[in-house]
């Protein structure tokens, strides 16, 4: 008996897809649920495939573990293993099957070759016993399997036996400022088809330098980078860019690290850069309640009032979430930005978004759960909120400058001028009237009232019209830099 397993989490827009295009290649589905808050598990279902639960998300190695023991219950002959994210091809199952029976124990795909998706036969499936939980799996798996015989197959989607993503050579830039509790549990569950791993210790005064440096000599895609003294969250990202550019890498993402970035969503960041869809995406915990679960209202009032005025400030209306430090970008984009210009503290994702709308850069929100746990947040929204609220009102006004002055002119920027004066102007009015009246008891109540309404009413026309011309422009994007978003989308 063929069995197939898919690995899954939170993945309803895509796991119908999977589970049809496996199923005429085998005589049984799995679906390995891992914990997922959406309603992957019940598609599965209702399309024929049996699905294994997992309480909560609990690792690619348990992922795995689950479908070699579903395997030996069902006494299967081969089975069939196929990555989250949808990013397996299965119409190569044929192949990978064949390649069984050709006298192979498991046969691997090449696009990512230290992950574990492929096909193994019986031999295989009684031998392979998996402890760990995280992405070390797939090193265990490795061992257990080296004295049998393995094929590879080949198609041409990678190069050199690097790690690759759908044909693409990824990066993560990890930011770490005194993380030894939990930098070895993030680099330790980096996924394998990541390329390279930018594990910048920003001045740390604990071991997370000494636990970056020891990850490295055990795995060579870990590139330690030292700042001495602190130079803050937004330094050690422009510093992974800056090396992920430099390397060649083709999409840079970003994991902080205190582990509170799943790893198992990283290809819902991935897949829009990949197909073309977007230059940068980000998480979005705010999409439901579900969502934020572990978020206190604190946390998430003091995030609803910077994601809205992050959304005047950066020009992408649609976007919420802009605390989410966790994203990717593609490297061609991050060669046209200029890294050294971006604010290098708490506010960097911020100002990303700024510099990001001003270069004509498509961004996507991906809906991510929140994931919290022994971390603690180093933001204090007291202070945070005030010195952003700054700096993105300077950012407002360089962006109008620069994208509807200087590189075109647009309307907008005489509309927000005019709105700003005119509102400000009629609540002055206001205020002086209601001093005329009630302090020195002059009888101009009524016409300095309506003038000053009249001016504040038009003001905020006017700053509702350069709201909807700015929403425009978001939405016809491209049609600003068509030659450039050809350009960076030439994949």
């Not at 991935?270 to 940068?280: F, H, K, M, Q, S």
């Not at 209306?317 to 994203?327: A, C, E, L, S, V």
């Not at 309404?453 to 709201?467: K, S």
Request: aromatic fraction near 10%.
């Amino acid at each position: 008996m063929t069995i197939a397993a898919i690995l899954a989490y939170n993945e309803e827009n895509s796991i119908a897809k999977m589970v049809l295009g496996c199923k005429e290649h085998v005589d049984r589905m799995i679906v390995i649920d891992e914990g997922s808050s959406d309603a992957t598990a019940e598609i599965a279902a209702a399309l024929g495939a049996e699905v294994v639960q997992h309480g909560m998300n609990r690792g690619y190695g348990a992922a795995l573990r689950s479908c070699f023991e579903a395997a030996r219950q069902m006494k299967a002959d081969r089975i069939v293993i196929i990555g989250p994210g949808g990013k397996h091809n299965h119409s190569e199952i044929p192949e990978l099957l064949a390649g069984l029976q050709d006298g192979n124990d498991a046969v691997f795909q090449d696009a990512e070759p230290l992950s574990c998706s492929g096909a193994y036969g019986r031999r295989a499936i009684e031998a392979i016993q998996i402890t760990s939980d995280d992405g070390s799996a797939g090193s265990e798996i490795r061992a257990q399997i080296q004295h049998m015989k393995v094929a590879t197959l080949h198609t041409g989607r990678a190069t050199g036996g690097e790690p690759h993503y759908r044909g693409k050579r990824i990066a993560v830039v990890v930011p770490a400022y005194n993380e030894e509790k939990l930098i070895g549990e993030t680099l330790g569950g980096i996924p394998d088809y990541v390329a390279r791993v930018y594990a910048v210790n920003d001045g740390s005064s604990d071991r997370t330098g000494e636990i970056i440096e020891d990850y490295a000599r055990r795995d060579s895609r870990i590139v330690p980078i030292h700042h001495n003294p602190n130079r803050g969250v937004g330094a050690a990202i422009t510093s992974g860019y800056k090396r992920a550019v430099k390397d060649g890498m083709d999409i840079a993402a970003v994991m902080a690290g205190d582990n509170q970035m799943d790893p198992a969503q990283l290809p819902s960041l991935l897949d829009p850069i990949v197909e073309g869809r977007a230059n940068y995406t980000k998480g979005n915990r705010l999409i439901s309640e579900a969502f934020r679960t572990g978020m206190s209202r604190w946390r998430s009032f003091g995030n609803s009032i910077l994601t809205f005025l992050t959304k005047i400030a950066s020009g992408y209306w649609q976007m919420m979430d802009p605390q989410n430090g966790y994203t990717a970008i593609s490297t061609k984009a991050l060669a046209e930005l200029p890294l050294e210009d971006i604010y290098q503290g708490y506010g960097y994702c911020n100002n990303l978004l700024v510099w990001l709308n001003i270069h004509g850069m498509r961004v996507q929100d991906v809906a991510i759960p929140a994931r919290y746990g022994e971390e603690k947040s180093k933001i204090r929204y007291s202070t945070y909120i005030p010195r952003v609220s700054k700096l993105l009102l300077f950012n407002f006004l360089f962006r109008l400058k620069t994208k509807y002055i200087h590189m075109g002119f647009h309307p907008l920027a005489f509309f927000y001028l005019a709105g700003a004066v005119l509102v400000l102007l009629g609540l002055l009015g206001g205020a002086i009237t209601l001093w005329e009246k009630f302090v020195m008891g002059y009888a101009l109540l009524f016409v300095h009232g309506v003038l000053s309404f009249l001016m504040f009413t038009i003001g905020m026309q006017f700053l509702l019209f350069a709201m909807i011309f700015d929403m425009q422009a978001e939405n016809f994007n491209q049609r600003f830099y068509p030659a450039y978003f050809e350009e960076l989308n030439d994949n």
